[in-house]
């Protein structure tokens, strides 16, 4: 039997690379090509030919199910996936069937292009809300509900294409929802145009976000100059709700300086303003929209931006841009970011479950596409903002053919801890699973049980003497996992003495010759 307690600086290692990106809070971005996983099931166009997507180390991405114009999800408390279908007025569930394809039956039919998913709890009662264009239900939900059951209507007379003074126009009618830790209901209501001052003086303004009572009592407006927020959601453990927006489109240039492009639509500037948005929005906040463009070509980047005067509505600074709530991160422009969710408090891998991710949808009036993939931000928990993005999934873009075969909208967690992606182009879910690298692993208890410590398969030695093995106590050492492909050596003491080998394999015990007693393992 082998005794110590391997030292806690070399506990969860996964590899050297892991642990120097860890170590400046940024964890691996998306860098392997991998082969989409498709079941034989799924193969109907864009999946009748192989498809790829490049994803981080350690990970695999899979069609988990088809869905047409799948947009947004949530999981139930007992781990079935609603997933809302606008176009057929529906909202699906799906349902995990062992081995085989996913079960998936109508949840609830018959809205009016249902879009954003919430399951919330107050007191011993869970409700599903699900959004209309033109009102907010609730469902009591109990666990295994296949079928909607018990509907309240909560909030009513919310604006889309049918309000008479929109006359059946309305560009961004689809509503999206969040409730905080206090049961207040939050509603994006989306601007109708791309840019136009009607929508901040109509009745409920647009461009806004409102809140209400849980029951729908109680509106008032919360903030406003967020063309379209899409996503919405909370930091875990607090009440700052954070909002995902797409911004406008086709903005003039709006400097009077020596280039003569003064209120032109200038292609190449378009291309990359103004930012979308991924901003803490406050209570009474405004965040410039239509008057008002954050501008991220100042020192400090897409972070904090100064605004523009947008040159349509506000040549004149008639509206004081100084005077409006700066953007905290800027997305590339016309990425069209849609679903937000905090991976904090999820069983998506430790790596990453301290920071957020968006699906950016993609672009449609940029001179190169951009967007078409999975953000992830690592978040920065002492001043509670998003670090620098980096690609969690990119590939629905071919960059060299210019060909887009998908386009991301939401993303949620399972219980599982796999990250689902919805697609309203490719018509699918996609799982995004971790699987763990291969570790040289030692057991306390027999069986590959009890207390352990994992170490690289990269070669390297640990020594006692140099902190990386304590020997102390009746702790003891009973069982050793050796991955394929790799030898272990453990002896006795630094300097070598009675040693032992171990190929592949898992031995539930070892070194009984050896004293009880180890200062040395070598991973060859």
């Given amino acids: 039997m082998l005794r110590g307690i391997l030292s806690t600086s070399l506990l969860s290692l996964m590899s050297l690379e892991i642990l120097t990106t860890t170590a400046l809070g940024i964890p691996p971005a998306a860098s392997v090509q991998t082969k989409l996983k498709v079941p034989s099931t799924m193969t109907d166009d864009p999946f009748n030919t192989n498809r790829y997507l490049k994803v981080p180390p350690n990970f695999s991405v899979s069609v988990y199910a088809r869905i047409k114009k799948a947009r947004f999800m949530a999981v139930a408390p007992n781990g079935d996936l609603l997933v809302s279908q606008p176009s057929t007025g529906k909202v699906l569930i799906v349902r995990p069937n062992g081995s085989k394809d996913p079960i998936i039956s109508d949840f609830v039919t018959g809205l009016r292009r249902p879009h954003d998913i919430v399951f919330h709890k107050i007191d011993n009662t869970t409700y599903v809300y699900i959004s209309e264009t033109h009102q907010i239900n609730r469902f009591i939900y109990k666990s295994g509900d296949i079928i909607a059951k018990n509907r309240q209507i909560v909030v009513t007379g919310l604006p889309d294409s049918s309000t008479s003074e929109l006359k059946g126009s309305y560009g961004h009618e689809l509503k999206n929802i969040a409730l905080d830790s206090n049961h207040k209901l939050y509603v994006s209501i989306a601007s109708t145009c791309n840019a136009c001052k009607e929508d901040t003086v109509s009745t409920p303004k647009r461009g806004a976000i409102y809140q209400y009572n849980a029951n729908g009592t ?108 700066r953007i905290n991160k800027g997305i590339q422009a016309h990425s069209a970011p849609l679903g937000l969710t905090f991976l904090q408090n999820t069983r998506f891998p430790s790596l990453y479950s301290s920071g957020a991710v968006t699906g950016l949808h993609g672009s449609w009036n940029r001179q190169k596409k951009t967007g078409y993939r999975i953000a992830y931000f690592p978040w920065n928990s002492t001043t509670k903002t998003p670090g620098e ?38 018509d699918a879910i996609y799982k995004l699973s971790y699987t763990p690298p291969a570790q040289v692993k030692v057991y306390r208890d027999p069986n590959l049980a009890g207390v352990s410590q994992s170490f690289p398969t990269s070669p390297g030695v640990y020594q006692a003497n140099k902190g990386d093995l304590n020997i102390v106590g009746n702790d003891t050492i009973s069982s050793l996992s050796v991955p394929p492909g790799k030898v272990v050596r453990v002896c006795q003491n630094e300097t070598g003495g009675r040693c032992r080998e171990f190929s592949a394999g898992d031995y539930k015990s070892v070194g009984a010759d050896l004293d009880n007693s180890i200062s040395f393992i070598e991973v060859k």
């Fill in 218 to 325: 109680n509106q008032r407006l919360f903030a406003q100059g967020l063309r379209n927020a899409e996503g919405l959601a909370f930091l875990p453990g607090t009440n700052d709700l954070w909002v995902v927006v797409n911004n406008r489109d086709q903005i003039a240039y709006p400097f009077n300086d020596s280039t003569g492009n003064y209120g032109k639509v200038i292609p190449s500037y378009v291309d990359n303003h103004p930012p979308e948005e991924f901003t803490k929005v406050r209570d009474g906040g405004n965040y410039g929209w239509p008057f008002c463009n954050p501008n991220p070509d100042t020192s400090t980047g897409l972070n904090n931006m100064p605004f523009d005067r947008d040159y349509e509505f506000n040549r004149d600074g008639s509206v004081n841009c100084n005077a409006m709530d």
């Fill in 389 to 426: 993005e980096i690609d969690l999934v990119s590939g629905w873009l071919v960059p060299t053919t210019q060909e887009v075969w998908g386009r991301p909208v939401d993303v949620a967690v399972d219980q599982q801890g796999n990250l689902l992606i919805s697609d309203d182009k490719g």
